[in-house]
């Protein structure tokens, strides 16, 4: 299976360009596993990011075949040959396949991710947690949302990422609504008001890469969308 | 404004012909049979809803590509600007209704007016099979060179592009469909030479693709709004419903592509 990485080190290279790997395929070979065998077999010059190798992390996201994808997630008998990887977009690139996910988790920051109790206290000072029965509707308005890992694959596949650098992002407006939905935060309406300034969710065009990106399933328009009624009902 | 532009597309694309619009068939519509002024209302607040929502796409346009707060505003201001003067011109146009004479009126002399018009409608034509043969070759180039194509292996990337392409064409045809409209109260034998320019072979492409994106982007500016109101019950629905945006689209181009050639109801 021929394997063609986008290579780039800001530090040398004027331009990405793509680099062309055979790599010996096997079953259950996963994208990750195929990158281990090129930096091993062929070329250990190979930059790449990875922690868990088990879904669970998201450090390895990238593009895969035009879409993100866990690395570590996606087999190689299952994609049409030759495969392309590149590196997140949206991102600057560190070294090929690696990004710094700073701007990132700094958009992330800007929404405040964390729980505020009624006294205006972060989350060590907050009272005893909720006691939320697992039938209860409240729990299945954020169940999925919270299931985010922050592999950055929703904010590199939104194309409003892309063209509007203050845009906050899929991620950052998920984490922002799985917050404001929670019942004892009592920094909702900052949140509404933060999140509907620009930049916000009316920046969002529906476009719905996001959902058909995420890895684990969470829908960040879902939340974008539940964001724009609280704010316009504010 | 969707049921209207429907109605509209009816009345011009599917049970007449664009270029059979003569100023006979606007004097019929705004004449002393239309008693309560019905279709004059129906035009106006076509062209009020079509305006103010084509303020709003540039406004959305602008919030994308420009990052000055100052240049933001101006751009809003001249479109809020431009479009207030054409809602002027439409309004004048719809108020000063039929003419007695067809010869008539005070820019029948002006000859130039319906050149300078069809000139327009060459030049949007032209700009459209540029930018669609352009966008394609792109696409072909590089999956043949199997370079990657971006963020188009998402049917939302397509659903987004595809809106605002027929947004932007639909607004500028609407800007030269408001001149030509113009003409008829104050000139109404330039109108009906510039309404003739619509049969032109070259044009009938560009009247097919309008009417494709004028179907497209109502269907898909309900299809976002459906989902939108349906939150997590129709979270499965968005490629679906994007296909089925397109097959639509398609399906009710075909009657107009078929009148343009040709055939009548």
Redesign the interface.
């Known amino acids: 299976m021929i394997v063609?990485v986008r290579r780039y080190d800001p530090a040398v290279d004027r331009r990405p360009r793509w680099q062309a790997y055979a790599v010996e395929a096997r079953p259950m070979m996963s994208v990750l596993d195929a990158l281990f065998w090129i930096l091993e077999s062929l070329d250990p010059t190979l930059a790449f990011r990875y922690s868990c190798r088990a879904g669970m992390c998201g450090s390895c996201a990238m593009?895969i075949?035009?879409?993100e994808g866990l690395a570590c997630q996606r087999r190689l008998e299952r994609l049409r040959g030759?495969v392309?990887v590149?590196p997140l977009?949206s991102l600057p690139v560190t070294k090929d396949l690696l990004v710094d996910l700073g701007p990132f988790f700094e958009k992330y920051r800007a929404v405040d991710p964390f729980y505020v109790g009624e006294t205006g206290s972060l989350i060590g000072a907050a009272p005893e947690p909720a006691v939320v029965p697992p039938g209860d509707p409240v729990r299945g308005v954020i169940n999925r949302q919270i299931d985010c890992i922050s592999c950055g694959a929703c904010y590199s596949?939104c194309?409003?990422v892309?063209?509007?650098?203050e845009f906050l992002g899929p991620a950052a407006l998920n984490r922002a609504y799985a917050v404001a939905a929670d019942t004892r935060d009592s920094a909702g309406l900052e949140r509404l008001r933060r999140v509907a300034a620009?930049g916000g969710v009316f920046?969002c065009?529906?476009?719905?890469?996001c959902?058909?990106?995420c890895p684990v399933g969470v829908?960040p328009?879902?939340s974008i969308?539940?964001l724009?009624k609280g704010a316009v009902h504010r | 404004m969707v049921a209207l532009v429907f109605i509209h597309l009816f009345v011009v694309h599917y049970a007449s012909a664009p270029s059979a619009t003569t100023s006979a068939f606007v004097a019929a519509r705004w004449g002393p049979r239309d008693g309560a002024g019905a279709w004059r209302v129906f035009d106006w607040t076509l062209l009020l809803l079509a305006l103010t929502h084509g303020v709003a796409g540039v406004h959305?346009m602008v919030?994308?590509?420009v990052?000055r707060a100052g240049a933001r505003a101006a751009l809003d201001a001249a479109a809020g600007a431009a479009a207030a003067g054409f809602l002027a011109l439409g309004t004048a146009a719809v108020l000063a209704g039929s003419p007695v004479h067809r010869d008539a009126g005070p820019l029948s002399s002006q000859t130039w007016i319906p050149a300078a018009l069809v000139g327009g409608l060459v030049a949007v034509a032209t700009a459209t099979y540029a930018g669609v043969a352009a966008a394609v070759a792109v696409l072909i180039w590089r999956i043949t060179r199997?370079e990657?194509?971006?963020?188009?292996?998402?049917?939302?990337?397509w659903?987004?592009a595809l809106n605002r392409a027929a947004g932007a064409g639909i607004l500028g045809f609407l800007l030269l469909h408001v001149l030509d409209v113009a003409l008829f109260p104050f000139a109404p034998a330039l109108y009906d030479r510039t309404v003739a320019a619509y049969a032109m072979p070259y044009l009938v492409p560009m009247e097919v693709g309008l009417v494709a994106a004028v179907v497209y982007h109502a269907l898909d500016g309900l299809r976002?709004m459906t989902?939108?109101v349906l939150?997590?019950r129709g979270?499965a629905a968005?490629?679906p419903s994007f296909v089925a945006v397109v097959v639509l689209t398609v399906s009710l181009s075909l009657p107009a592509l078929a009148v343009l050639l040709g055939w009548r109801p």
Not at chain 2, 148 to 157: C, E, L, T
């Open positions: 063609r593009v075949n035009g879409r030759p392309s590149e977009r596949a194309p409003v892309g063209i509007v650098p620009d920046g065009h529906s476009v719905g890469n959902v058909t990106a829908n328009l879902l969308q539940l724009r | 959305g919030r994308d590509v990052r199997r990657p194509i971006g963020r188009w292996s998402y049917s939302g990337q659903a987004f976002l989902l939108e939150d997590r979270e968005a490629a």
